[in-house]
């Protein structure tokens, strides 16, 4: 079945690491977003890339980086300097057409910091 | 820029009540607008969107809503709602850039 693979499903990490989530698609879509879910704020952007080795920052981009070296991949980061990184996160894929098929949505990755 | 303002943060029904979620966006132009729900612990499920035609629109598990241009509005309804429907609710639109921007989220609660 066709889809986005998030992984892990929850993540620990220590004050001042940097950590890797995971993000697989086998949709064949061009175009793959990062938002961060925090209560009562929504989906906010992180960073999003419409093309392999192209990517450009959201809403949120700060303390946060990204590669796309293959089509199938985007993994996120988010570094030491991420201030409150404690939060869940979604990877989501569309085809180009947004307007009539939406996006596709990973099942997410919840962050703790410790 | 676009934003979307959903203005219910909260919403507990008991089962068989009927839903209205609001949804207010303020782009003026042409828009393409989407509901998104979240089942606890699964990823976000598109329920229904509008692209063009009929402004009232059908989704799935008994869901419809209704585009209002006049109003700026895309509230979601479903005429009775069921214990199945706990889950949090995402109102979408598509920005000048073709990217999706969401509102903060309706977390609705029912009693069964």
């Known amino acids: 079945d066709g889809g986005i693979t998030q992984s892990p499903k929850y993540l620990f990490r220590k004050e001042g690491q940097n950590v890797t989530l995971s993000c697989e698609q086998n949709?064949?879509?061009?175009?793959m977003y990062w938002y961060r879910q925090d209560p009562g704020q929504g989906l906010r952007l992180i960073y999003y890339?419409?093309?392999?080795?192209?990517?450009q920052k959201g809403d949120i981009a700060e303390g946060y980086s990204v590669s796309r070296e293959k089509k199938e991949s985007f993994p996120l980061t988010v570094t030491s300097a991420q201030k409150n990184p404690t939060a869940f996160y979604l990877c989501?894929?569309?085809?180009?057409?947004?307007?009539?098929?939406?996006?596709?949505f990973g099942s997410g990755t919840r962050l703790t910091v410790v | 820029a676009q934003s979307v303002s959903q203005h219910n943060h909260h919403v507990i029904l008991s089962e068989a009540a009927s839903l209205e979620l609001g949804c207010n966006y303020s782009?003026?132009?042409?828009?393409?607008l989407f509901w998104y729900v979240q089942y606890p612990g699964q990823h976000l499920q598109l329920l229904l969107k509008?692209?063009?035609?009929?402004?009232l629109v059908k989704g799935i598990k008994g869901f419809e809503a209704e585009f209002i241009k006049s109003k700026f509005s895309f509230n979601l309804r479903k005429p009775s709602v069921q214990w199945s429907d706990t889950a949090e609710y995402f109102c979408?639109?598509?920005?000048?850039?073709?990217?999706?921007?969401f509102g903060q989220g309706t977390e609705l609660s029912v009693k069964p």
């Open positions: 509008y692209f063009s035609g009929d402004p």
């Open positions: 989501a894929s569309n085809s180009g057409d947004v307007r009539n098929y939406g996006y596709t």
């Open positions: 782009y003026g132009g042409t828009v393409n």
């Open positions: 979408a639109v598509v920005n000048q850039g073709g990217k999706l921007i």
């Open positions: 890339s419409q093309i392999v080795n192209d990517f």
């Open positions: 949709l064949n879509h061009d175009a």
